[in-house]
C-alpha cells in the first residue's frame, strides 16, 4: 500500500461478456463469444471456452472438486482441469450435495454418488436437498415428499409445499392451503394450522394466523402473539423487525420492544450498535435504546461503518461522522459500503470506488462494480456491450 491508501491494478482486462469470482483464489469464470471458461490472474486460458452454462454453488466453485456445466445442450461435471469427472448425458443438474448428485434425465430427475453411479432412478418430478440426512426432497405428480436415497419414502408424497432446514427434525409443509410443522415422518406437530410459515432462526419460526404475524417455537406453541401486520422474517442476534398499526418497531424473543413501533422504517447491521430509522417521512440515526444520535432531516441513511453515515439531501449523498461533521461533500448520486472498508460511489450513472477520505481507488466510470475479496470485478459500456474486466486491490 502507498500513503495507507489502496491501490489498483489490471488482472484482467475488460473484454468479456460476463465474469464471476465464486470462490477460488486462483481460477475466474469467463464468458467469451458466448461460451464459457475458466481464466487465471495471469489472463491465461486454464479450461478452454467451449461451454454454454454453468451452475456453481455460493463461495465454492469446485465442490467436491467439480462443477455442473452443459456443452451442446447436455449437462455433465469437469474438475479444475478441464477433465470430464460425469459424462455429458443429461438434461440438467445441480451442483453435488454432500454425497451425492441430482440429475435429469429424458424428463425425470434421479441421483447418483460423486462417481456417477446410480442412487436414485429417474422417476421423480423433481429432486432436490432435504435438510435431512442421507434424504432428498421430492415431487411426484404435483406434490412433495421425502425420499431416502436408498429409495424408500420417507415422507410421504401429500404437501404441495415442504421444508426442512440443516440440522433441525422439525420441518414446515403446505396442503390445500394450510402450513403446518410436521416431523422428519411427515406427522404433523401441535396439532395446529397456519396461514403460512416462514423459517426457523434462533430456536423461533415466524407465522402468520387469521392475518396477523406472530412467532411460534418447534413444538408449535405460541411465543409472541399473533398480533403484527408483519414481520421482516426471523430473529437475528436476538432481534427481529415487527410492524404494529402500521408502524415498524424491534422485539427480543421474550416479546420485549426493544424499539416501540413508532417508526415509518428501521435498518442495522450487526457491526454496529446503532439503527437508521425513519420518522414521520425522514431519516436520522439513533442507538438500540432509541436515543437520538443523528437528527430526522435526511431523505435517506445508511450506515456504513466505523460511526461513518452516508445521508442523501436535495438529490445527493455525503458522507458524515455520528457528531454529524461532514467527511465527504454531498456530491455523489449513491454511496455504499463496499469490503475491505470502502466505497461504491456513483455520479451522473457511472460507479467507481473510494476510501473514506473521498480518495479516488477507480474512477466512477463504470456500470457495475462487485468485489470478491481483495479483487473487483468492473463492467463498461464498450460500443453498447458491457465488458468486464478484474481489478486487484493492493
Same mark, same amino acid.
Given at each position: 500500500?502507498?500513503?495507507?491508501?489502496?491501490?489498483?491494478?489490471?488482472?484482467?482486462?475488460?473484454?468479456?461478456?460476463?465474469?464471476?469470482?465464486?470462490?477460488?483464489?486462483?481460477?475466474?469464470?469467463?464468458?467469451?463469444?458466448?461460451?464459457?471458461?475458466?481464466?487465471?490472474?495471469?489472463?491465461?486460458?486454464?479450461?478452454?471456452?467451449?461451454?454454454?452454462?454453468?451452475?456453481?454453488?455460493?463461495?465454492?466453485?469446485?465442490?467436491?472438486?467439480?462443477?455442473?456445466?452443459?456443452?451442446? &445442450? !447436455?449437462?455433465?461435471? @469437469?474438475?479444475?482441469? +478441464? $477433465?470430464?469427472?460425469? /459424462? #455429458?448425458? %443429461?438434461? *440438467?443438474? =445441480?451442483?453435488?450435495?454432500?454425497?451425492?448428485?441430482?440429475?435429469?434425465?429424458?424428463?425425470?430427475?434421479?441421483?447418483?454418488?460423486?462417481?456417477?453411479?446410480?442412487?436414485?432412478?429417474?422417476?421423480?418430478?423433481?429432486?432436490?436437498?432435504?435438510?435431512?440426512?442421507?434424504?432428498?426432497?421430492?415431487?411426484?405428480? &404435483? !406434490?412433495?415428499?421425502? @425420499?431416502?436415497?436408498? +429409495? $424408500?419414502?420417507?415422507? /410421504? #408424497?401429500? %404437501?404441495? *409445499?415442504? =421444508?426442512?432446514?440443516?440440522?433441525?427434525?422439525?420441518?414446515?409443509?403446505?396442503?390445500?392451503?394450510?402450513?403446518?410443522?410436521?416431523?422428519?415422518?411427515?406427522?404433523?406437530?401441535?396439532?395446529?394450522?397456519?396461514?403460512?410459515?416462514?423459517?426457523?432462526?434462533?430456536?423461533l419460526c415466524h407465522a402468520a394466523r387469521d392475518g396477523r404475524w406472530g412467532y411460534i417455537d418447534s413444538k +408449535? $406453541?405460541?411465543?409472541? /402473539? #399473533?398480533? %403484527?401486520?408483519?414481520?421482516?422474517?426471523?430473529?437475528?442476534?436476538?432481534?427481529?423487525?415487527?410492524?404494529?398499526?402500521g408502524k415498524w418497531g424491534i422485539v427480543n424473543p421474550s416479546g420485549e420492544h426493544i424499539l416501540s413501533p413508532?417508526?415509518?422504517?428501521?435498518?442495522?447491521?450487526?457491526?454496529?450498535?446503532?439503527?437508521?430509522?425513519?420518522?414521520?417521512?425522514?431519516?436520522?440515526?439513533?442507538?438500540?435504546?432509541?436515543?437520538?444520535?443523528?437528527?430526522?432531516?435526511?431523505?435517506?441513511?445508511?450506515?456504513?461503518?466505523?460511526g461513518m453515515v452516508a445521508v442523501k439531501q436535495e438529490g445527493k449523498y455525503s458522507l458524515i461522522d455520528l457528531?454529524?461533521?461532514?467527511?465527504?461533500?454531498?456530491?455523489?448520486?449513491?454511496?455504499?459500503?463496499?469490503?475491505?472498508?470502502?466505497?461504491?460511489?456513483?455520479?451522473?450513472?457511472?460507479?467507481?470506488?473510494?476510501?473514506?477520505?473521498?480518495?479516488?481507488?477507480?474512477?466512477?466510470?463504470?456500470?457495475?462494480?462487485?468485489?470478491?475479496?481483495?479483487?473487483?470485478?468492473?463492467?463498461?459500456?464498450?460500443?453498447?456491450?458491457?465488458?468486464?474486466?478484474?481489478?486487484?486491490?493492493?
Amino acid at each position: 500500500m502507498k500513503n495507507n491508501r489502496f491501490q489498483s491494478r489490471v488482472i484482467l482486462p475488460l473484454m468479456y461478456d460476463s465474469l464471476q469470482f465464486p470462490g477460488d483464489d486462483e481460477l475466474l469464470l469467463a464468458k467469451l463469444h458466448d461460451l464459457w471458461g475458466f481464466v487465471n490472474r495471469d489472463n491465461e486460458v486454464v479450461i478452454p471456452f467451449q461451454f454454454d452454462e454453468i451452475e456453481v454453488a455460493p463461495g465454492d466453485t469446485f465442490v467436491h472438486g467439480m462443477v455442473p456445466i452443459s456443452r451442446h &445442450g !447436455k449437462w455433465g461435471f @469437469i474438475n479444475r482441469f +478441464g $477433465e470430464t469427472i460425469i /459424462p #455429458f448425458l %443429461y438434461d *440438467e443438474t =445441480r451442483y453435488p450435495f454432500e454425497t451425492m448428485i441430482c440429475a435429469k434425465r429424458s424428463g425425470k430427475w434421479g441421483a447418483m454418488d460423486l462417481n456417477g453411479k446410480p442412487l436414485v432412478p429417474y422417476s421423480y418430478d423433481d429432486l432436490a436437498e432435504s435438510g435431512l440426512a442421507d434424504c432428498l426432497a421430492a415431487e411426484l405428480n &404435483g !406434490k412433495l415428499g421425502v @425420499i431416502h436415497t436408498r +429409495g $424408500e419414502v420417507v415422507i /410421504p #408424497f401429500a %404437501y404441495d *409445499e415442504l =421444508r426442512f432446514e440443516e440440522n433441525m427434525t422439525v420441518g414446515t409443509a403446505n396442503r390445500n392451503g394450510r402450513s403446518m410443522l410436521v416431523d422428519r415422518f411427515g406427522r404433523p406437530i401441535g396439532g395446529g394450522t397456519f396461514d403460512v410459515l416462514g423459517y426457523f432462526s434462533e430456536g423461533l419460526c415466524h407465522a402468520a394466523r387469521d392475518g396477523r404475524w406472530g412467532y411460534i417455537d418447534s413444538k +408449535g $406453541e405460541t411465543v409472541l /402473539p #399473533f398480533q %403484527y401486520d408483519k414481520v421482516m422474517g426471523g430473529f437475528h442476534n436476538g432481534f427481529a423487525k415487527v410492524m404494529l398499526q402500521g408502524k415498524w418497531g424491534i422485539v427480543n424473543p421474550s416479546g420485549e420492544h426493544i424499539l416501540s413501533p413508532i417508526y415509518d422504517e428501521i435498518r442495522w447491521n450487526d457491526k454496529d450498535d446503532h439503527m437508521a430509522a425513519r420518522l414521520h417521512g425522514k431519516w436520522g440515526v439513533i442507538d438500540r435504546q432509541a436515543r437520538p444520535i443523528l437528527p430526522y432531516k435526511y431523505d435517506a441513511v445508511s450506515l456504513i461503518y466505523d460511526g461513518m453515515v452516508a445521508v442523501k439531501q436535495e438529490g445527493k449523498y455525503s458522507l458524515i461522522d455520528l457528531q454529524g461533521s461532514e467527511r465527504l461533500p454531498r456530491k455523489y448520486d449513491q454511496l455504499a459500503l463496499f469490503p475491505n472498508g470502502l466505497l461504491t460511489a456513483s455520479i451522473g450513472g457511472k460507479t467507481g470506488l473510494i476510501d473514506t477520505t473521498g480518495y479516488e481507488i477507480l474512477p466512477c466510470v463504470y456500470d457495475n462494480l462487485f468485489c470478491p475479496g481483495q479483487t473487483v470485478i468492473a463492467a463498461m459500456d464498450i460500443h453498447s456491450r458491457l465488458k468486464y474486466g478484474v481489478f486487484e486491490l493492493y
